[in-house]
């Protein structure tokens, strides 16, 4: 069977439904060594931000139970040597490019939307809103509704028209769907959800913090859970709103459960750390899995789980049970 994989984010149309995740491939490079990255529905780059970022003091990384945290502090070189090179090579390349911004200001992201505003090979602009806001001692943006709104509606006022703008939520909140109206309020086109978790890990033979940062961003498979339930949340509160799911993506049958959620397309991220080839290894699983299930369009199983089954009778009823609900609601004899 041929299954119809393309699918649609903000009126943008994409090939396939599978991207990489900001933060875990740099600008795709290194990808490139092992799948033609123009074969993914889509490049999202590692969060840049104006200068030149160091990052923050080693290590960086620890392993845990089904993922690992990480510190690293967006480390990067900067808008100017990103566009001169990274984007460059995107657009050479034929990715379509997802380009991740930061900052630690309304006014740092704004420049960051102007310096790339009419870039050729912009698909879309996912903005990373888990940054402390310096102006707001050190709030992040993603956790207050009222700070997400700003950041967004400054980053989708100097972007393109016909570039889409999507915010990245932290699943770090009360309620995510109150930073997600928010963020649609203020313009945001659609949403990346989720981001990584805070978590921290200590060594028991030091008795100190693994990680230079102290705290860090939990990510893989132990998070799964917790970023379907967060689009589900999402697409429920929003249906009409496009969602790009990510927390712990390694096979198709888990891409699968993010696109029956809500999701219109997915980002694999930790997964290409064991494996650099995952997300083409993740678009041919789910293919597969769509395939065997009858289905020939990607576009009929977004938020399926959200919807009323037609019959539900149980092929095989539990003999032990003192009653049976009967199938129809008519009264038996």
């Not at 299954?3 to 599978?18: I, K, Q, S, Y």
């Not at 990715?95 to 991740?100: G, L, P, Q, T, Y």
């Not at 911004?101 to 960051?112: C, N």
Request: hydrophobic share 45%.
């Amino acid at each position: 069977m041929t299954v119809d994989l393309t699918t649609r984010l903000a009126g943008v149309e994409f090939p396939n439904p599978v991207f990489t995740a900001s933060g875990c491939a740099a600008a795709g490079q290194e990808l490139s060594a092992f799948f033609d990255v123009a074969s993914l529905g889509g490049v999202v780059t590692k969060s840049i931000m104006m200068a030149p970022r160091s990052g923050r003091a080693t290590p960086r990384m620890a392993e845990t139970p089904s993922g690992m945290v990480n510190s690293i502090g967006l480390q990067g070189p900067g808008i100017e040597a990103f566009l001169e090179r990274d984007l460059a090579w995107l657009a050479a390349s034929g990715a379509r490019a997802v380009v991740s911004i930061a900052g630690g200001s309304v006014d740092e992201y704004t420049q960051l939307a102007q310096k790339l505003r009419g870039r050729p090979g912009i698909a879309m602009v996912e903005v990373n809103i888990s940054c402390p806001n310096v102006e707001d001692r050190g709030q992040v943006f993603a956790c207050d509704p009222s700070a997400a709104s700003n950041v967004v509606d400054a980053v989708r006022r100097n972007t393109s028209t016909g570039v889409p703008v999507f915010a990245k939520l932290s699943p770090d909140v009360t309620d995510i769907t109150e930073i997600a109206r928010a963020c649609v309020d203020a313009g945001a086109d659609g949403l990346s959800v989720i981001n990584t978790l805070l978590g921290m890990v200590i060594d028991t033979t030091t008795m100190r913090p693994v990680l230079g940062g102290v705290t860090g961003g939990l990510s893989g498979p132990a998070i799964r859970p917790v970023a379907v339930r967060c689009v589900w949340q999402v697409h429920a509160a929003l249906p009409d709103v496009p969602i790009l799911g990510m927390g712990g993506i390694r096979s198709g049958l888990d891409a699968l459960e993010f696109l029956l959620a809500g999701a219109s397309a997915v980002s694999v991220g930790t997964s290409v750390f064991g494996d650099p080839s995952a997300p083409v290894r993740v678009l041919r699983e789910l293919e597969q899995a769509l395939a065997d299930r009858g289905i020939d369009r990607l576009a009929d199983v977004v938020g399926l789980a959200h919807r009323p089954p037609d019959t539900y009778v149980p092929e095989d009823p539990d003999p032990v049970g003192d009653e049976l609900v009967p199938a129809s609601t008519e009264e038996t004899a």
